[in-house]
């Protein structure tokens, strides 16, 4: 018979088997150990907090099943060791250029979201630019152009904004640029995010003045 305990993991809450917990306790022990002190590093520990939530829930798929063992396993082998982030830096530099290296070499799953970070509507078109690669541009230029042709494309757009959903995570943001969801790639995209917030406060600081 094996204890079971009931934690919360960035807001949602899981039953754990005792020995699971353990394991996944110092696993997080691990990544605020390596992240702390550095800039933006509350904030990259409460990124992967969310993703190791999201994971945990979709392997018990909403229902009320106890997290063994195997699961957080499972999870840590996906979000790699901070210790693998290190593997590639420079001794001599301070910076973080090599530490979105891919942990191995199985190709990422892509999927479609709404992007609303670089939206004008809702965000479909800036999704199926991440999605396809391409500049969201042009994928705009083709649903103005469809406007004009067809007036049915206004509804095709609201169907699709209807049916994709919105990248609300890290993790949504990655899956929809086909970028591996794991330690090193999420510490690059919320630094990029901070980068960018501290770009746009200045911007205003300076017409401000």
Same mark, same amino acid.
């Given at each position: 018979?094996?204890?079971?305990?009931?934690?919360?993991?960035?807001?949602?809450?899981?039953?754990?088997?005792?020995?699971?917990?353990?394991?996944?306790?110092?696993?997080?022990?691990?990544?605020?150990?390596?992240?702390?002190?550095?800039?933006?590093?509350?904030?990259?520990?409460?990124?992967?907090?969310?993703?190791?939530?999201?994971?945990?829930?979709?392997?018990?798929?909403?229902?009320?099943?106890?997290?063994?063992?195997?699961?957080?396993?499972?999870?840590?082998?996906?979000?790699?060791?901070?210790?693998?982030?290190?593997?590639?830096?420079?001794?001599?530099?301070?910076?973080?250029?090599?530490?979105?290296?891919?942990?191995?070499?199985? %190709?990422?799953?892509?999927?479609?979201?709404?992007? %609303?970070?670089?939206?004008?509507?809702?965000?479909?078109?800036?999704?199926?630019?991440?999605?396809?690669?391409?500049?969201?541009?042009?994928?705009?230029?083709?649903?103005?152009?469809?406007?004009?042709?067809?007036?049915?494309?206004?509804?095709?757009?609201?169907?699709?904004?209807?049916?994709?959903?919105?990248?609300?995570?890290?993790?949504?943001?990655?899956?929809?640029?086909?970028?591996?969801?794991?330690?090193?790639?999420?510490?690059?995209?919320?630094?990029?995010?901070?980068?960018?917030?501290?770009?746009?406060?200045?911007?205003?600081?300076?017409?401000?003045?």
């Amino acid at each position: 018979m094996k204890k079971t305990l009931t934690v919360n993991i960035s807001g949602v809450v899981f039953h754990i088997d005792e020995d699971a917990y353990i394991v996944l306790s110092r696993y997080l022990e691990r990544i605020t150990k390596h992240f702390r002190g550095e800039e933006g590093g509350d904030e990259i520990i409460s990124g992967i907090e969310n993703r190791i939530a999201e994971m945990l829930r979709e392997k018990k798929k909403g229902q009320l099943q106890v997290v063994s063992i195997e699961d957080v396993k499972e999870v840590i082998a996906q979000l790699g060791e901070p210790a693998q982030m290190s593997e590639g830096e420079e001794s001599n530099s301070g910076n973080r250029k090599n530490k979105d290296r891919d942990m191995d070499d199985e %190709p990422a799953s892509k999927q479609l979201f709404r992007d %609303p970070d670089n939206k004008y509507i809702g965000g479909v078109c800036a999704g199926l630019g991440a999605y396809f690669h391409i500049d969201p541009t042009w994928v705009r230029l083709v649903f103005v152009l469809f406007l004009f042709l067809y007036a049915s494309s206004i509804l095709v757009y609201i169907v699709l904004w209807i049916v994709i959903p919105r990248a609300r995570t890290t993790a949504d943001r990655l899956s929809m640029r086909g970028e591996k969801v794991n330690l090193s790639s999420i510490e690059k995209s919320i630094r990029e995010d901070l980068e960018d917030i501290k770009k746009n406060l200045e911007d205003l600081s300076k017409k401000a003045e």
